[in-house]
């Protein structure tokens, strides 16, 4: 960004023009101010940016609407002596101060200042560096959006499997309710309860499937684009049982897509094709 920018935007001005930034002051110079305060002097300011006292008297007539929001005003003489903590003489006129975020301000709309300069070049690597951070952040929040949708839709199918284990339970209590009707039917009940529990079985190990793709949907980035070609190099040497193979590694990783595999359990990936299809 160009830092004529800075000197002609009012409004990048006041989203830099912060008491944070300050601090930058004393980067490009030492900053001299009246004993006792945090406020600089026409003078002052003159000698940290190495220009003329006419050079910053322009910059206050100009833009004095933007520096009295930073704090810059005239005070008396008996008003500056209720707030001067040490000796420091001035004329009866009164004296101009200049909090700091005023002289970070004039350094923003001084030209012709190497110092002035310099300030605004740190200025506006803060500004691209907030701008940065503020893509990282967009970027984490979508992210974090897919996570949601994908935690939602395993939450809906866990919601259907707890319901299928419910009627299940519903048929294992009606059944043993008839063995006490009809005796005759025990060995044909002890049957259909047998496979209801298998199917139970089943169910609940399906939503131990489910709560470890949660875990690692939430918890692990999934393996990159070059990692992905690697793998599909090694399946696709064995043309023959790539189908296979391509099952057998879901089902082996418990995942839906070979591409959702954890970057952590890469290695053992490998090995594991290494191993089951020399």
Not at 10 to 32: I, M, P, S, W, Y
Not at 235 to 264: A, D, G
Request: glycine share 4%; charged share 25%; aromatic share 6%.
């Amino acid at each position: 960004m160009d830092e004529m920018i800075l000197i002609e935007s009012e409004t990048l001005r006041q989203r830099l023009c912060t008491n944070k930034n300050t601090d930058l002051l004393d980067r490009v110079g030492q900053l001299v101010e009246l004993p006792g305060t945090a406020w600089a002097t026409v003078e002052n300011i003159a000698d940290f940016y190495m220009v003329g006292i006419e050079a910053i008297k322009s910059i206050v007539k100009r833009h004095r609407k933007e520096l009295k929001e930073d704090g810059y005003k005239v005070l008396s003489r008996k008003e500056f002596e209720k707030v001067q903590l040490e000796p420091f003489e001035i004329s009866n006129r009164g004296i101009t101060i200049f909090p700091r975020r005023a002289v970070l301000r004039i350094g923003m709309l001084l030209r012709h200042s190497q110092v002035a300069q310099l300030l605004r070049s740190y200025l506006l690597n803060v500004e691209k560096s907030q701008a940065n951070y503020g893509d990282s952040l967009m970027k984490m929040a979508n992210q974090l959006a897919q996570h949601s949708l994908q935690i939602g839709k395993n939450v809906a199918e866990l919601g259907e499997l707890a319901q299928m284990s419910i009627n299940q339970s519903r048929i294992i209590c009606a059944v043993v309710a008839d063995v006490y009707k009809n005796k005759d039917k025990i060995q044909q009940v002890q049957s259909d309860v047998g496979q209801c529990l298998s199917k139970i079985d089943f169910l609940h190990k399906r939503v131990a499937t489910i709560e470890r793709k949660i875990t690692i949907s939430v918890s692990e980035d999934s393996i990159s684009k070059e990692q992905i070609q690697i793998l599909r190099a090694k399946v696709k040497s064995k043309q023959e049982m790539s189908t296979k193979i391509w099952t057998n590694f879901r089902k082996h990783f418990c995942i839906k897509s070979y591409t959702y595999l954890p970057k952590s359990k890469f290695t053992n990936a490998i090995n594991w094709l290494d191993i089951h299809f020399k």
